[in-house]
C-alpha cells in the first residue's frame, strides 16, 4: 500500500513470510537428496519426466534411470518406474515411434580381462496409454 501525505510518498509493506522449518523425517523424500536432473519430454496431453539419480556402483556408470508418465489433469493418472537403467551418461532423450521414448548415452562395461571401457548406449522405453488410460507397466528394451 502506498500514500502520499504533504508531497512525501510513504510505502507500507506487509510483514515478510518467515518461518523456521525443520528438515522431513520422512523416507518418501529420502529418493530427492540423490536426484540428479529432471527432464520434461514433450508429449501432447501427457507429461513424461526422465529422472537421473546417483546410484550403482559410482566406479561404474552410476547415473540410475526413472521414468515418470502423468495425465495433463490433476485428477490424471500418475506413474513412475524405476527403468533399471544404469548409465555413465545420458545425450539424448527423444520420443521415439508410437508411444516409445528414446535414451541414448555412453555406459561402462567390463573386458574379459575386468578393465572398464565406455561405448555408446540406446535404450527404447515403451508405454501405453489407451483411451486416456496410462497402463501401469512399461517395456525396456536395450537397443544394439
Known amino acids: 500500500m502506498k500514500a502520499v501525505v504533504a508531497g512525501l510518498l510513504f510505502s507500507f509493506v506487509g510483514p515478510a513470510f518467515s518461518a523456521e522449518i525443520v528438515a522431513a523425517g520422512s523416507s518418501e523424500y529420502a529418493i530427492l537428496d540423490q536426484l540428479d536432473k529432471v527432464t520434461r519430454v514433450p508429449a501432447g496431453d501427457l507429461v513424461i ?15 540410475v534411470v526413472l521414468l515418470g508418465i502423468a495425465g495433463d489433469s490433476r485428477d490424471g493418472e500418475s ?5 533399471g ?10 520420443r521415439g515411434p508410437s508411444q516409445t521414448l528414446l535414451i541414448e548415452g555412453q555406459e ?3 573386458d ?3 578393465r572398464v571401457h565406455q561405448r555408446p548406449v540406446r535404450y527404447e522405453l515403451a508405454y501405453e496409454v489407451s483411451e486416456g488410460r ?3 507397466r512399461i517395456q525396456v528394451v536395450k537397443v544394439d
Not at 519426466?49 to 547415473?63: C, I, L, R, T, Y
Not at 537403467?85 to 527423444?94: G, T, V, Y
Request: no cysteine; proline share 3%.
Open 79 to 83: 506413474f513412475v518406474w524405476d527403468t
Open 49 to 63: 519426466k526422465v529422472f537421473e539419480k546417483s546410484g550403482g556402483d559410482p566406479a561404474m556408470n552410476g547415473n
Open 134 to 136: 496410462i497402463a501401469n
Open 112 to 114: 574379459e580381462d575386468g
Open 108 to 110: 561402462h562395461y567390463l
Open 85 to 94: 537403467i544404469d548409465m555413465l551418461d545420458i545425450e539424448s532423450i527423444r
